[in-house]
């Protein structure tokens, strides 16, 4: 009799074809998306600005600072201002009267905030300083002066070693987008489970098979085994498309450095979580429409709170801790725990048993909302 | 393989032929008495119509027999079966052909059918039988969605049938369908009648119960109003009515006739000669003539409020 239902319930989802393409193709398309429209934004190593110089100064210094720009790596230099972040105007005699100090003009565009300005002002200072060092260096040397024990440096590699406490690692791009779309991807199951259990009950399919000593839990339990099963789907198809397909894109390739049975019992757990969500609304929401608007907003909001959409990074402290209210953000912990932080199963059943007791608690109100119903004729 | 069925029936089981016995059932929800006291006795084999308004208390009843809700006190035996105890016993034996369409439309009609066969573990003999009775054999590998009225009006059938239920509960399965889908329906009910099945059936149409049903019960605002035989209930209201069915023919619309339906007059003894002659001379074909009897419409309009 389970294996009937569970049957019943695989070809009633393999069959909507919107269905399929809210759980496969929308997560992916978000993935491949986001990690490519971010990948500059994630770039920690490496930030580069598209400037233009305007040299109305037309001195060897103008054009060894422009050389020194070039050779940075860390500017663009175009020909057109348009497109550029920054234009730098060498006034006339800028050489002549740097002992007056004359100040370099840069016109900022309007979209560039304060904190990339300070990041460009110190990349810019740094080249500056170095033609000026330089000129002292040569100065000293002609006029015979001797020379500093200690080599003055202004690279930053030779300056500052870097390196980031695991724990506060910030992902890259895919390794942000993946989890992200695969939380938010798992909790759609919301769709197609709510508008399908809605219909049974309009149609009085479910009455029909409770007449038939078909119970609750069996009505209940034969829903969530086709959902875990197309969970786990969805998480390794989207696995594969952070891992082979986004590179494709010039976009860094996930990297997992966690264990597989972490990514097995999360994922689990999440399915929990989501299905017990979807059953509540489904059992709760008297139309399939309603429930699809419901299940809609609700899913957007989860992960609007829990990190999806903006990664909990760079929220502010007070969103941060609101985040922890959704179960999309114990996902998205528990993947970031995994991708970035060689996570293994004990490293996320914190977050594994807090999705699953989400779940759980959820699927008994809905079966004791179910029981009300179907004993009020539904 | 068929089911196994629980011999530990109750002692007044089915000794006076009587397969559901009702006693002093009450039912309410919330403040909203559904139920009142209501007592009825259906005999085995019989095809039992249930009449009453939109909210006299007919679902109610039949979800109660169906064991789908509780009731709050009475006492209910079906099949020798006690209700409130042996509920799971109930409802192997019997069979609720709901007025929607409960299946699934994304489903074939074959998949429908073994769904519901194998949620029942329902035998291949009583699945081949449920197709056959219900001529679904062309119609097998269609997907439900296709299907027309009367067809999923029949597969909706044929789903009730595959636990060889012995009591059958029809909830208005007429509804939206064409005639001739209608009077195959009603045709097979009958014969579930012949095959010693007993049919409880609730419709609007008081025709279509005068067609099929042996005895009826009204109910009114959760009372029983009355049970008795359907001859009895209209021989009751013996009058100088003469009922006359006719061949379904437009023109009459226009004879200035009492028409109860479509095709279905209604006139006094003194007039029946002039109506006759009327038909004839407008080669329009008779049927069937009632003498003396009220028709069921009328006598339900009356004793309800």
């Known amino acids: ?255 997992i450095n966690g264990s597989i049975g972490a990514i097995v019992l999360l994922s689990f757990a999440l399915s929990i979580s989501a299905i017990g969500l979807s059953t509540l609304l489904a059992v709760s929401a008297s139309s399939a429409e309603q429930a699809t608007t419901i299940g809609g907003i609700l899913n957007i909001l989860l992960g609007a709170i829990g990190g999806v959409m903006v990664p909990k990074f760079i929220m502010p402290q007070s969103m941060q801790t609101l985040s922890q209210i959704s179960p999309m953000s114990w996902g998205l912990d528990g993947f970031l725990d995994i991708f970035m932080r060689s996570g293994d199963a004990a490293m996320v059943f914190g977050e594994s048993a807090m999705l699953f007791l989400f779940g759980l608690i959820t699927l008994i109100i809905s079966m004791i909302i179910l029981h009300i119903r179907i004993n009020r004729g539904l | ?139 097998l590998s269609h997907k439900a969605s296709t299907l027309s009225g009367g067809q999923k009006r029949r597969l909706n059938i044929a789903i009730g049938l595959l636990n060889d239920p012995k009591i059958i509960y029809f909830d208005e399965p007429t509804v939206g369908i064409d005639p001739r889908s209608r009077g195959e329906i009603l045709d097979s009910i009958k014969s579930y009648r012949d095959m010693g099945i007993t049919v409880v059936y609730t419709s609007h149409y008081m025709n279509e119960i005068e067609y099929i049903c042996d005895e009826v019960a009204i109910i009114d605002k959760g009372r029983l109003i009355k049970q008795e035989r359907l001859e009895n209930l209209l021989s009751n209201k013996l009058s100088d009515s003469v009922l006359i069915e006719s061949v379904a023919d437009e023109k009459l619309a226009h004879l200035g006739l009492n028409l109860l339906e479509r095709n279905l007059i209604q006139t006094d003894k003194s007039r029946l000669c002039d109506v006759l002659a009327l038909l004839e001379k407008e080669k329009i074909y008779i049927k069937q003539i009632r003498y003396g009897a009220s028709d069921l419409e009328h006598y339900f309009l009356e004793v309800t409020e």
């Not at chain 1, 904190?115 to 002609?142: G, P, Q, Y």
């Not at chain 2, 089915?14 to 009825?40: C, H, M, P, W």
């Not at chain 2, 009609?109 to 291949?124: G, I, M, P, T, W």
Request: one cysteine or more.
């Open chain 1, 1 to 255: 009799m389970f294996g009937a239902m569970v049957k019943k319930e695989f070809l009633l989802v393999l069959r909507d074809k919107h269905a399929l393409m809210a759980l496969f193709v929308m997560p992916a398309l978000f993935i491949l998306i986001m990690s490519v429209a971010l990948r500059d934004k994630f770039a920690q190593e490496h930030i580069a600005f598209d400037i233009v110089v305007i040299d109305k100064d037309n001195s060897a210094y103008s054009k060894a600072l422009q050389e020194k720009l070039q050779k940075d790596g860390s500017f663009h230099l175009l020909k057109k201002p348009q497109n550029a972040q920054f234009v730098v105007t060498i006034p006339k005699d800028y050489y002549a009267l740097m002992k007056k100090r004359v100040a370099l003009k840069i016109l900022v565009k309007a979209s560039i905030k304060s904190d990339l300005l300070e990041i460009f002002k110190s990349k810019l200072l740094r080249n500056v300083v170095a033609i000026e060092v330089k000129e002292m260096d040569d100065e000293m040397k002609r006029l015979s002066l001797p020379q500093p024990a200690k080599k003055l440096s202004l690279d930053y590699k030779e300056l500052f070693e870097i390196s980031y406490e695991k724990s506060n690692s910030i992902p890259t791009s895919t390794q942000q987008s993946v989890p992200s779309w695969i939380v938010f991807g798992m909790f759609f199951v919301i769709i197609p489970m709510s508008t399908i259990f809605i219909n049974e009950r309009k149609q009085n399919t479910l009455t029909r098979l409770s007449s038939m000593n078909v119970s609750l839990i069996s009505m209940v339990l034969s829903k969530i085994i086709p959902y875990i099963v197309i969970n786990q789907i969805q998480v390794w198809i989207m696995l594969g498309v952070g891992i082979f397909i986004v590179p494709l894109f010039d976009t860094p390739a996930l990297v």
């Open chain 2, 1 to 139: 393989m068929k089911r196994q069925r629980s011999i530990k029936k109750c002692s007044n089981s089915t000794e006076n032929s009587q397969v559901i016995t009702i006693r002093s059932l009450n039912k309410s929800y919330g403040d909203f008495k559904a139920l009142k006291n209501l007592s009825l006795e259906i005999k085995e084999g019989s095809v039992f119509g249930l009449l009453g308004v939109n909210g006299a208390g007919k679902t109610t009843l039949l979800s109660i027999l169906n064991g789908l809700i509780d009731f709050d006190d009475g006492e209910v035996i079906v099949g020798g079966y006690d209700l409130k105890s042996q509920k799971k016993e109930v409802k192997s034996i019997s069979s609720i052909i709901p007025q929607h369409l409960a299946f699934y439309e994304a489903l074939s009609v074959r998949e429908n059918l073994d769904f519901f066969a194998s949620v029942q573990k329902s035998s291949k003999e009583s699945l081949q039988k449920a197709i056959e009775i219900n001529r679904l054999q062309e119609l």
